[in-house]
T-cell receptor
């Protein structure tokens, strides 16, 4: 069975600091991995996805993630946090039928 | 391009009442998903349709939840009777094609349900 674990339910950074949100996955087959962002009272928006092309994936709003098979990780990073990045972030793995299996989510707080 | 539409946005009911949610996916999207997101958790799939056929409803509580996708377009999700633990946000998503495994799912704004 596939699963995703997000380490840290809350992450707080200062504006301009590095953002690092951690995601580890478990999958018996090559995984397809996704990061979604959810702003308050809104649906989920895709940030980026890994589909076995390049291991370093660039997404919207300056985010990127690196797929590391040896570490079963797909951590999300952004070099410099902006106040508008404050939101909840979900890592997900796709099952063989296409359903997304989500982690618990990480709330990112950005301090001025 | 119009996104995924859902209504209502908010609903408050008492336990044992019934409630229905509506979703209109992006035009031309074959696959439609209903997810349940309980406060503080990630979304969990309730049911997945491909056109008007069910692909996965393994986590749908079938004694109280039902869903349909008539003509392979709009979908409704119903809860009857509702329980307190059904309080959650119900998210509808859609994706374009038949091979959904690596496709992007586009989410609607969700319906926030509170059961008192």
């Amino acid at each position: 069975a596939q699963s995703v674990t997000q380490l840290g339910s809350h992450v707080s950074v200062s504006e301009g600091a590095l953002v690092l949100l951690r995601c580890n996955y478990s999958s018996s087959v090559p995984p397809y991995l996704f990061w979604y962002v959810q702003y308050p009272n809104q649906g989920l928006q895709l940030l980026l996805k890994y589909t076995s092309a390049a291991t370093l994936v660039k997404g919207i709003n300056g985010f990127e993630a690196e797929f590391k098979k040896s570490e079963t990780s797909f951590h999300l990073t952004k070099p410099s946090a902006h106040m508008s990045d404050a939101a909840e972030y979900f890592c997900a793995v796709s099952s063989n039928t296409g359903k997304l299996i989500f982690g618990q989510g990480t709330t990112l707080q950005v301090k001025p | 391009e119009a996104g995924v539409a859902q209504s209502p946005r908010y609903k408050i009911i008492e336990k044992r009442q019934s409630v229905a949610f509506w979703c209109n996916p992006i035009s031309g999207h074959a696959t439609l998903y209903w997810y349940q997101q309980i406060l503080g958790q990630g979304p969990k799939l309730l049911i997945q349709f491909q056109n008007n056929g069910v692909v996965d409803d393994s986590q749908l509580p079938k004694d109280r939840f039902s869903a349909e996708r008539l003509k392979g377009v709009d979908s409704t999700l119903k809860i009857q009777p509702a329980k307190l633990e059904d309080s959650a946000v119900y998210l509808c998503a859609s994706s374009l094609g038949r091979t959904a495994i690596q496709e992007t799912q586009y989410f609607g704004p969700g319906t926030r349900l509170l059961v008192l």
